[in-house]
């Protein structure tokens, strides 16, 4: 564990009373207010929200031809009586667009974002700066909410991290004005599974944050007396796939840690994040009131009934490079008016049910998280759906919807991406298909592994 570096001096930017970089006095503010939110009576919430979506509609409207038209007829005051948004339509007005809507210069540059979560669709869309600030500043708000210490080792364990060649982690510098000590992160994606539970113990941070999939293969490593269990781990956060009760309890036993899972989309951020008062194995999860806007629909796309599970919708309230209305990001939950567990008066999920991710087994016998994602693929290729099939310890096939056939060079540059992100060890068969059988549920994988 890296020891704590005592400052020798101060930061030049730093005084008492202070005069905090803008930056560092919006975030603060930003955690404040979110949560106030969350804290607050439910008409607090309902005003921001509802003004936040009359800004956006507006917004949508006038920016955007297609928006316009996607709009047209609806009554815009009323949420739930506008079209809901699939990923073909989401992808539509960002092609029509041909980049981020203009916006006020409140909302700074945008970035393009690319995504196919879990679903073997890939979209790209846009993200405002300002829409970025709202997403972190919920994330660092969940740290309070949990009461985590940040002047003790946080780690991740997460793709996002670069590869780190022959060192065991990256080290970050945390934010001081925001109380943070160093955080370690280290690619998911550079190792097998059993060398990231022999880091986890080596390291011993007290938080770690990373996929479900790669925390249930770490736990059998040490279930099995493979690796010895981390000293000192407190909180596992988990992001982007669904987290049952039995990784829970799972985690508790073999680890002393408990999860505190966060519930995200790409396109937005931050949708719901478990309520820190719920130490059940089927926690609730409180909507981020002052990002997104959750709804659950029926088959007919009418609103469920309170603790009835559907379809969850969600409209992302400070999205204008992209904007992101009644859009349904293919999961399942039951929504309450509040929290069950603690009587927050925010919207709260229970049930959620949907993303779930496998580990692929390598020909060595060892496994490893995999995650190939839009970005991959549309650096290449034109794709509209893919998905990865493995059949066989050395064998996978790879299934892809191009919008034009795809040539021998084609071939040969999805094999190269393949090797290195994948693995070079396995054999990729490539097949161009007219449409993937995703099989029955609204629930896609893009990654199966068979064997
Ligand atoms: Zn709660």
């Known amino acids: ?60 409207r006038q920016s955007s031809p297609w928006w316009r038209d996607w709009l047209a007829g609806s009554q815009l005051h009323i949420l739930a009586r506008l079209p809901v948004l699939q990923r073909e339509q989401l992808r539509a007005s960002v092609a029509d667009a041909g980049g981020p809507l203009p916006m006020p210069p409140a909302h700074g540059g945008a970035r393009k974002g690319l995504t196919s979560g879990s679903s073997g669709v890939p979209v790209d869309f846009y993200v405002s700066a300002l829409a970025q600030r709202v997403s972190d500043s919920h ?4 740290h309070a909410r949990h009461g985590r ?24 510098t945390g934010d001081r004005w925001l109380g943070m000590g160093p955080m370690v992160g280290r690619n998911s994606q550079q190792g097998t599974i059993r060398e990231h539970a022999q880091w986890l113990h080596d390291t011993g941070p007290a938080y770690l944050n990373t996929a479900p999939s790669v925390l249930r293969g770490m736990l059998d490593e040490i279930e099995s007396g493979a690796v010895s269990p981390p000293a000192g781990l407190e909180q596992v956060l988990t992001i982007g796939e669904t987290v049952d009760d039995v990784l829970r309890q799972r985690t508790r036993a073999l680890t002393g840690a408990s999860i505190r899972d966060r519930y995200t989309c790409e ?87 949907g993303r779930k991710r ?10 490893k998280y995999l ?11 034109p794709v509209r759906e893919h998905r990865l099939v493995q059949d066989s310890p050395s064998h996978m096939l790879v299934e892809l919807v191009v919008e034009r ?42 990654v199966l592994s068979l064997v």
Not at 358 to 367: K, T
Not at 433 to 446: E, F, L, M, N, T
């Open 267 to 353: 396109e937005i951020g931050p949708v719901a994040l478990q309520c820190p008062h719920d130490a059940s194995e089927t926690p609730a999860y409180h909507v981020c009131v002052g990002n997104a806007v959750v709804e659950t629909v029926d088959e007919s796309d009418s609103p469920c009934t309170p603790g009835q599970a559907g379809r969850v919708l969600v409209t992302g309230l400070h999205h204008w490079a992209t904007p992101v209305i009644r859009y349904d990001i293919g999961d399942i939950a039951a929504l309450h008016p509040r929290c069950p567990a603690c009587g927050a008066q925010v919207p709260s999920l229970t049930q959620l049910l």
């Open 371 to 381: 995650k190939l994602t839009g970005k991959d693929w549309l650096s290449i290729l």
């Open 1 to 60: 564990m890296p020891a704590q570096p005592q400052p020798r001096s101060l930061p030049d930017t730093w005084l008492w009373p202070h005069s905090a970089p803008g930056h560092v006095a919006l975030r603060l503010a930003d955690q404040h207010f979110i949560q106030v939110l969350e804290r607050g009576p439910a008409a607090l919430h309902q005003a921001v929200q509802r003004q936040a979506l009359q800004r956006l509609l507006a917004h949508a």
């Open 405 to 446: 056939p795809l040539t021998a060079s084609d071939h040969e540059t999805a094999q190269a991406m393949l090797a290195r992100v994948v693995d070079p060890s396995f054999t990729f068969e490539i097949r161009q298909v007219d449409r993937i059988a995703w099989g029955p549920g609204i629930k896609r994988q893009d």
């Open 149 to 172: 210490d940040l002047r003790r080792l946080f780690a991740g364990l997460l793709t996002r991290f670069a590869p780190h060649p022959g060192q065991p982690h990256q080290v970050i």
């Open 139 to 142: 994330y660092l708000a969940d």
């Open 358 to 367: 496998f580990l692929v087994r390598l020909p060595s016998g060892e496994r």
